[in-house]
């Protein structure tokens, strides 16, 4: 069974900073989509920026980044410059390629961008 | 598009109530995906929906939850009689390709 461990519960930084959030997954297949979701204080599911696993350069999407380590089943998300917006809580997922399965989701890191 | 429309936004009911939650998937979406956020146990999937046909419900907690999909552009989680422990934030998503996107979300508080 496929499982996502995100390491960080929490997390906080300073405006402008950079940060990294660290997630790592278990599993035996071979072709795969990797998720970040944002959802911030209102709620609401957001869908930050998305990995496919034969894809070896790293998804960017303006601020943020991935560092994906495949052999190492490792999906870090960076967030550059980092805003008072970007606080929230952030959700690691991974989805088999087949699409007839679901999300499995990593039980989030809330971070905290301090003015 | 609207994106995903969930409705009501915030539900209160009392103990042994019958609540009925609705969702508007996005048009074209072939996907539907119930699911379930509390603080003890995150973000759980209840239910999802291919072309209107439930492929796997084995996140529904019990028989007092039920799920039915008529048609392409709508779908309703039903939980009959609702408990004071089923109070939670309940979203449905659809997808298309890969990514699922979500709904506002339904607070549902069972007193």
């Known amino acids: 069974a496929q499982t996502v461990t995100q390491s960080q519960p929490e997390m906080s930084v300073q405006e402008a900073e950079t940060v990294t959030l660290s997630c790592t997954y278990d599993t035996s297949e071979n072709n795969y989509y990797l998720f970040w979701y944002k959802q911030p204080p209102s709620r609401q599911m957001i869908l930050v920026i998305r990995?496919?696993?034969?894809?070896?350069q790293n998804a960017t999407e303006n601020r943020f980044s991935v560092n994906f380590q495949k052999a190492a089943k490792s999906f870090s998300l960076k967030i550059s410059d980092s805003q008072l917006g970007d606080t929230a809580m952030y959700f690691c997922?991974?989805?088999?390629?087949?699409?007839?399965?679901?999300?499995?989701f990593g039980k989030g890191t809330r971070l905290h961008i301090l003015p | 598009d609207a994106g995903v429309i969930q409705s009501p936004r915030h539900e209160v009911t009392e103990m042994g109530q019958e609540v009925t939650l609705r969702c508007k998937p996005i048009s074209g979406h072939d996907y539907l995906f119930w699911y379930r956020q509390t603080m003890m146990r995150g973000l759980e999937l209840l239910i999802y929906f291919n072309n209107n046909v439930p492929i796997d419900d084995s996140g529904m907690p019990e028989d007092r939850f039920s799920a039915k999909m008529p048609n392409a552009s709508f779908s309703t989680l039903k939980i009959q009689p609702s408990e004071p422990r089923d109070s939670a934030v309940y979203f449905c998503a659809s997808s298309k390709i890969y990514e699922q996107f979500f709904g506002p979300g339904t607070r549902l508080t069972v007193l």
């Open positions: 997922a991974f989805m088999k390629g087949n699409r007839d399965d679901k999300i499995i």
């Open positions: 990995q496919e696993a034969y894809k070896q």
